[in-house]
């Protein structure tokens, strides 16, 4: 997934403009005239909010109307960038803190969680939504894996205080040689370990590690997306998944082919779920879970081994 350096805020049209909440008020701001360069569906219309200055990722608003975005790379010292919206919809930048790279970004009971690459902090908010100590984030869990991909530690909390992380696997198809061509899949992938999931970790407890969570759902190459669902009471994940079918494996997928595939899976997650990465992977013209041909696969053939299959599969 691109960062982005702005950040669009999209709604359907109403009559050439979009109803959205700036703040406590409810009031129509207009689409930018080029949708804020994108291309759209009829009846859609987006508003470019603010430039960042740097890589967007994730972002939370507070219910008083905060924004908080989540740089990829923190810029001259600043990691969140905190915006506060004008009536027209755009927003400017207040402040910057948090120096440390990443992607998580959340807010909930009144505190504003955030992750680096290897660590989970919150920061606690006051009345208008502001963060009270900036320099002073709650250290809540740290040491978590990273590698030279899929670093990004995505957040979400459930309305038990529970907190869960993605840890994403640091290879594409956890092989002997990574990204090799032919190169097989390592057994019992050691990575799965330590990374490839969900981990849970408790929302209000400073200091904790590995040992002081436990894993959740493995089996997930790297989820960025990921959200709880409260209706549900279910932890929704969007996977990131395998690469590169065509270039490391010529004689069972053509270029067309893998050009779309694997599918990008929805999945509803229970505990002690398992994806199936790096054994699986999900073809959504097959509508089947097929075995990875690191693992054996023929690119036709499903595992014998049973593995959740998708809420959703995109294209």
């Keep these: 997934m691109r960062p982005f350096s702005s950040f669009v805020l999209g709604a359907a049209a109403l009559a050439g403009s979009a109803l959205l909440l700036a703040g406590q008020r409810n009031v129509r701001v207009a689409p930018d005239p080029d949708n804020a360069g994108l291309k759209l569906p009829t009846g859609f219309g987006a508003l470019k909010v603010a430039e960042t200055g740097g890589k967007a990722r994730h972002l939370a608003v507070t219910p008083q109307g905060v924004i908080y975005v989540k740089l990829y790379k923190a810029k001259e010292g600043k990691g969140i960038l905190a915006l506060h919206s004008q009536p027209n919809g755009h927003a400017t930048i207040s402040s910057g803190f948090g120096d440390y790279d990443g992607t998580g970004a959340y807010v909930k009971n009144g505190y504003l969680y955030a992750s680096s690459n290897t660590a989970v902090y919150r920061y606690k908010l006051d009345a208008k939504g502001e963060v009270i100590a900036p320099t002073k984030p709650e250290l809540l869990v740290s040491g978590l894996k990273v590698g030279s991909q899929h670093e990004s530690k995505s957040v979400v909390l459930d309305n038990a205080d529970n907190l869960y992380v993605n840890v ?26 330590s990374a490839g999931g969900i981990w849970t970790f408790k929302a209000d407890k400073q200091n904790q590690h590995y040992a002081d969570g436990s894993r959740y759902a493995t089996g997930l190459r790297n989820v960025v997306g990921l959200d709880w669902n409260p209706q549900d009471n279910q932890l929704f994940v969007m996977q990131h998944g395998r690469d590169q079918l065509h270039d490391n494996w010529p004689a069972l997928y053509t270029d067309a082919q893998s050009a779309v595939l694997p599918a990008e899976c929805l999945y509803a997650l229970k505990k002690g779920d398992n994806a199936g990465w790096p054994y699986t992977y999900y073809d959504p013209q097959k509508k089947q879970i097929i075995e990875a041909p690191e693992y054996g696969g023929d690119g036709k053939t499903a595992p014998t081994e049973k593995y959740l299959e998708p809420a959703a599969a995109f294209p």
């Design 168 to 193: 994403g696997a640091y290879a594409n198809a956890c092989q002997e040689q990574d990204r090799q061509r032919g190169s097989k899949g390592r057994p019992n992938c050691p990575i799965l370990d």
